[in-house]
């Protein structure tokens, strides 16, 4: 097998458990057959990028990872681009003690994965770092404990890579630009196999002009669009509500009679990632009217690197973990959970006895949900308690922690050994991110605080603050990011007027650590200090899915407990009604196996596809490498289009596409809509074979993916995997679904 070319951008895009056979439909990698090796790219990589060559194994089967780790895949690829990172970063390369490296002159080994309990996880890597300022790695070999290398002995005998390995990358990377290009240009030509569709659209606009909009909205829109500015405002709804839609419509208003009164105003609409940015920003150029210079729309990330000094122009050479808010918080969870790792392994014997039994509970834990969960209440603790304090590892450092007063949304931590654990893990983290000269979104938000508390920005407010600021996905920003919003505001005498739109069935927790969400210590309900009186206002109809739709989402909202968001979030489902024009009730299809659901799926595929906008969207996202395998294989006729989404940042590239299917996991797809949904992968929900926790964040997904699609719905089940869960059973039983027998086979 040929040696492998590829990036650290690329293989963290192959760890969200893309199926290898669906690369070919991820819009964020380009695949490339040389003629010395393979090569696999991100979209954005270019010719000067780090490059990660894989020496393979000629017998292997697996184009990715040796045949012996294949079911620990997403491990082995983060831990070699992690690998990659660090070496970039570090004129002496040291690793982390729970990867147990070696090393002779120029060759390094370390553990594949984390942990020795088996043969598969004491495989190890035989790598070599080329020096340059974006140093080259070379993966020689993978061993394990029946087949070890002496690192002395492997010297001698080291593989040498074929000629031509470079012609090839910079063929492959020019090709993927080609095609980035080309797909951007593209437009679509008539086929005998396809049906010329309009492009998929976005949740905030149509395309129409402002008084198109005003003629169309319902009562509870105008009545958040004309309410005064004088107070900030919470606005509530579920998914479909048009929650987006009225936040642009109220700020497109207000500089409206702005202009009419010659006014100075400036208006900011910040979001928590760029893929939203992007939309609202589409919908505001279609409204009809000159540019809004008045108007900025940007994540609250890129207003960070944008307005604290130390981020306008820097030279340090680090680089930021994530483009946005959402992609950051990814980044960090991923280091936080490899440095967990490192310390339970080694430090944690040192305060194990002095910790109280609930902390060491979760340290000890073996549930990857429990992992996970204790990753994100370190996270917030991380970015939103020490980072916000300005504490940094030190002398004294530890101690300023200990003192500081804790909230009820805080992790909560029972006495000053919790506190001496915690801080001991954020020291190996801040270590850990300098040593691959990493930047974190909470600490690009922290330093802007600390900017912000100045009386330079005290002064310079008064020109570069804005008068309103509106705030989409509100539910998704941390305490730290809130804590951020009121600082941004010109007038210092008065309370700042945002306008913050929320779905109160999301929690951020549940978009980044799903089914562990409901493990977390630390609650997203914090009250927003500095901003004032908040009047709700709530969005009681739904523009997207027809009636029949919203039936099964009322059934399924029903069916589990409310998150325990406080009372300011919620909102009545029951009272919700919609618009639309009455469709097909929605069907469950049940299959007597796997493949014969797959069968059913392509079938539903070939039927809808010439007149519908489809969607594949994945409830658990433990199932996504079948399901994008299967994408794949729908994929291989010539007759349709499939894209797959492995993440937010793939959203993007899915507009280059005006017909087709997009198949993802539900998380991925918020934000998008569809004419058809078609939802798999649901697991058996007995109460015996799931705890009450994964059966809320499972549930809270279905909810979601059913609240993508506009006119119809199927939702697939098969018997392998338990059959129809009791929800929809239920469902069926109150006549909000038709059930239909799949496939026997």
């Not at 495989?123 to 404990?145: K, Q, Y």
């Not at 020490?386 to 009820?408: D, K, M, N, T, V």
């Not at 999301?506 to 609650?523: C, K, L, M, N, R």
């Not at 809509?673 to 007995?686: E, H, R, S, T, Y």
């Amino acid at each position: 097998m040929k040696p492998l070319i590829t990036t650290v951008r690329a293989l963290k895009e192959l760890a969200t458990d893309l199926s290898p056979e669906a690369i070919w439909a991820s819009p964020a990698l380009v695949q490339f057959d040389g003629g010395s090796t393979e090569v696999l790219v991100a979209a954005d990589d270019k010719i000067d990028e780090q490059r990660i060559v894989i020496i393979r194994d000629q017998h292997s089967t697996d184009r990715f990872v040796p045949d012996h780790l294949v079911n620990l895949r997403r491990e082995v690829l983060s831990r070699i681009a992690s690998f990659a990172e660090r070496a970039r970063a570090s004129g002496s390369l040291v690793l982390p003690r729970g990867w147990s490296q070696y090393k002779h002159n120029k060759l390094i080994s370390f553990f594949a994965v984390a942990g020795a309990r088996s043969d598969d996880q004491a495989s190890r890597w035989i790598a070599e770092v080329v020096p340059g300022d974006n140093p080259d790695i070379f993966l020689w070999a993978n061993t394990t404990s029946q087949n070890k290398a002496v690192l002395e002995e492997f010297e001698l005998s080291k593989p040498v890579v074929p000629r031509g390995w470079e012609a090839d990358w910079k063929d492959a990377v020019t090709a993927a630009m080609v095609r980035i290009s080309q797909a951007q240009r593209a437009q679509p030509t008539a086929a005998d196999v396809e049906i010329l569709l309009s492009p998929l659209e976005q949740s905030a606009t149509k395309g129409w002009s402002y008084e198109q909009w005003l003629e169309s909205i319902t009562d509870d829109q105008r009545s958040f669009i004309e309410a005064e500015t004088n107070r900030s405002i919470r606005l509530r709804g579920p998914a479909g509500s048009g929650k987006t839609l009225a936040l642009t419509l109220k700020a497109t208003r207000e500089v409206l009679q702005a202009r009419e009164t010659g006014e100075d105003l400036r208006v900011l609409i910040v979001t928590h990632s760029w893929s939203l940015a992007s939309e609202i920003s589409d919908s505001l150029d279609s409204m009809g009217f000159d540019p809004f210079n008045e108007i900025d729309v940007f994540p609250l990330l890129e207003i960070a690197k944008n307005t604290s000094p130390q981020y306008v122009d820097d030279q340090s050479g680090f680089v930021l973990a994530g483009e946005d808010s959402f992609s950051g918080k990814q980044a960090q969870l991923d280091e936080i959970n490899d440095v967990l790792d490192d310390f339970i392994s080694g430090d944690w014997i040192t305060y194990r006895a002095r910790t109280t039994g609930d902390l060491r509970s979760r340290f000890e834990s073996d549930a990857s949900d429990v992992r996970s969960a204790l990753a994100w209440d370190l996270l917030v603790e991380f970015g939103s308690v020490i980072g916000a304090a300005a504490i940094f590892p030190g002398a004294g450092a530890e101690s300023r922690y200990c003192q500081l007063p804790r909230a009820a949304w805080m992790m909560p931590l029972r006495n000053q050994e919790d506190m001496r654990v915690v801080f001991a893990i954020y020291t190996k983290y801040m270590e850990s991110l300098d040593a691959r000269a990493m930047l974190t979104s909470d600490q690009v938000l922290s330093d802007l605080l600390s900017h912000l508390e100045t009386h330079a920005w005290n002064r310079a407010r008064r020109t570069q603050g804005y008068d309103l600021i509106f705030v989409d996905e509100f539910h998704l920003f941390s305490p730290l990011e809130r804590q951020v919003l009121h600082y941004l505001a010109r007038d210092v005498s008065h309370y700042p007027r945002v306008f913050m739109a929320v779905d109160p069935r999301q929690s951020p927790s549940e978009a980044f650590i799903g089914v562990a969400a409901d493990e977390t210590w630390s609650s997203s309900a914090v009250i927003e200090d500095g901003i004032g009186d908040i009047t709700n206002f709530e969005l009681t109809t739904v523009h997207r899915f027809t009636p029949e739709i919203l039936n099964l989402i009322k059934h399924v909202h029903h069916e589990f407990p409310t998150l325990e968001l406080g009372k300011d979030w919620h909102v009545d489902l029951s009272k919700v009604e919609s618009v639309q024009h009455p469709g097909p009730i929605p069907l469950l299809s049940v299959a007597a196996s796997r493949s014969g659901e797959e069968n059913d799926i392509v079938k539903a595929v070939h039927q809808l596809y010439p007149t519908a906008r489809l969607a594949l969207a994945i409830v658990d996202s433990r199932q996504w490498g079948r399901y994008s395998d299967l994408a794949s294989r729908i994929g291989n006729s010539p007759k349709f289009h499939v894209s797959t989404i492995s993440g937010r940042s793939d959203i993007d590239g899915i507009g280059y596409r005006r017909r087709g299917l997009v198949a993802g996991s539900a998380e991925y797809l918020a934000g998008l809509q569809f004419d058809v949904v078609l939802v798999a992968g649901i697991p058996d929900m007995q109460i015996a074979r799931m705890t009450p926790n994964e059966r809320t964040r499972i549930l809270s997904l279905l909810y979601l993916a059913l609240s993508r699609a506009q006119r119809e719905v199927y939702v697939f089940v098969n018997e392998d995997d338990g059959g129809v869960t009791d929800v929809l059973a239920r469902a069926v039983a109150n006549g909000v679904m038709l059930k239909e027998r799949g496939s026997l086979v």
